[in-house]
């Protein structure tokens, strides 16, 4: 099967569930062909070829595309060019809005929406209108849509009326197979508390900072790219930037505490972590902000959450002062592998192939 996969981060980020995803399909001997398009101050010009079934392209466009049509009709005709060869069985979209710029011979294939995110969270006024008539345009196209929470799940059959006999929900997961890196952690002063993974608006500054002004002797070390503007920061609390996704579960391993520490919002309450099972794999104590998609973590001893009844600071506390090890739910990590998610979004895109087969014949 030849597989168009439109992924809403670059190749070159810190690896979530598109790069999962889409190498996971090649893996299963699927054609797959990667295309990232985004503003030019986000994102240069690449060609991906790696063999194996998996290629692609990712293309700077231009900026301001929700807000002035326009320039929306000049990035159409411009990925257009660069994609005029591309062929594909099926469409896995996760961007609406940048979806309006495939060539027709794309636009006609079978879409799949792969929805991660509630996309009009990330948006307000004209923009967040955009998302939204660009958002029910493409749930009204789908074939399937596969949801990678329950929240967002019910979320666009809320918005949209999103026909239930459309939705999968598969969830985000971890990757079980990967060879540990053979180089040494960033030597970290103890006790780490170790955060993994973008450091976004949505980052609970408040909270960490107020346990670094009370514990000067905790070192925060917060691992990952920085996409936004970052407060002014005590000496324990260092930004480490992102490292390569083979090292994560060694440094992590290196850690004492995993913190996981979220402002509640729309956007939050409809993630899925990756980074929660990733923890899990690394056997350390855990502290998350809490949101009802995690209920399902609070079986596993390592897990505290804060919030209402605690706060951050009180759940590092507890966490310093108890078991600095947990056993690995390796059965839960298993059913929740991303080989695992792989194989079921694969037979969603057969199924969705092969309907379009018995209607044309």
């Known amino acids: 099967m030849r597989i168009f996969y439109q992924s809403p981060v670059s190749y070159g980020w810190i690896r979530q569930r598109p790069h999962f995803m889409a190498e996971g399909l090649a893996s299963a001997g699927h054609q797959v062909f990667w295309f990232y398009a985004a503003s030019f101050t986000k ?8 063999g194996h079934g998996f290629a692609g392209v990712e293309l700077p466009v231009l900026p301001f ?39 027709c011979s794309l636009s006609a294939m079978p879409h799949v929406y792969d929805c991660m995110d509630v996309q009009t969270a990330f948006f307000t006024g004209l923009r967040r209108r955009r998302m939204e008539e660009a958002e029910r345009s493409l ?37 079980l197979s990967e060879s540990e890196s053979a180089i040494a952690p960033i030597a970290v002063k103890h006790p780490s508390i170790a955060y993994f993974g973008t450091i976004a608006p949505w980052f609970d500054w408040d909270s960490v900072l ?3 002004a009370r514990h000067p002797e905790w070192r925060f070390d917060l691992f990952g790219p920085c996409d936004c503007n970052a407060p002014e920061l005590p000496a324990n609390v260092v930004l480490r930037g992102a490292i390569p996704h083979e090292s994560v579960m060694v440094q992590a391993m290196s850690a004492d505490v995993l913190i996981m520490p979220f402002v509640r919002s729309e956007l939050i309450d409809g993630v899925d972590p990756v ?8 056997g350390r104590p855990i502290v998350s902000s809490w949101w009802p998609l995690l209920e399902k973590f609070k079986q596993f001893e ?17 966490a310093l002062a108890g078991p600095r090890e947990f056993s690995v739910p390796e059965r839960f990590l298993e059913d ?3 080989w695992t998610k792989v194989m079921a979004i694969d037979a969603v895109l057969k199924r969705c192939v092969a309907d379009r087969k018995e209607a044309y014949r």
């Open 210 to 212: 107020d346990a670094a």
């Open 275 to 282: 980074k929660m099972y990733e923890y899990l794999r690394a």
């Open 139 to 175: 749930v009204r196209k789908a074939s399937a849509i596969v949801a990678s929470s329950d929240a967002i799940r019910d979320s666009l059959a809320k918005n949209y009326l999103a026909e239930d006999a459309l939705m999968t929900v598969v969830s985000n997961g971890v990757q």
């Open 302 to 318: 390592a897990v505290r959450f804060y919030g209402q009844e605690c706060s951050l600071l009180d759940c590092l506390v507890a």
């Open 43 to 50: 994102c240069r010009f690449r060609r991906l070829d790696y």
């Open 336 to 338: 929740n592998s991303w």
């Open 65 to 103: 595309a929700t807000r002035f049509r326009p320039l929306g009709w000049l990035n159409r005709i411009w990925v257009s060019f660069w994609l005029r060869r591309v062929r594909a069985d099926v469409v896995i979209a996760t961007n609406p809005v940048a979806l309006s710029w495939l060539p």
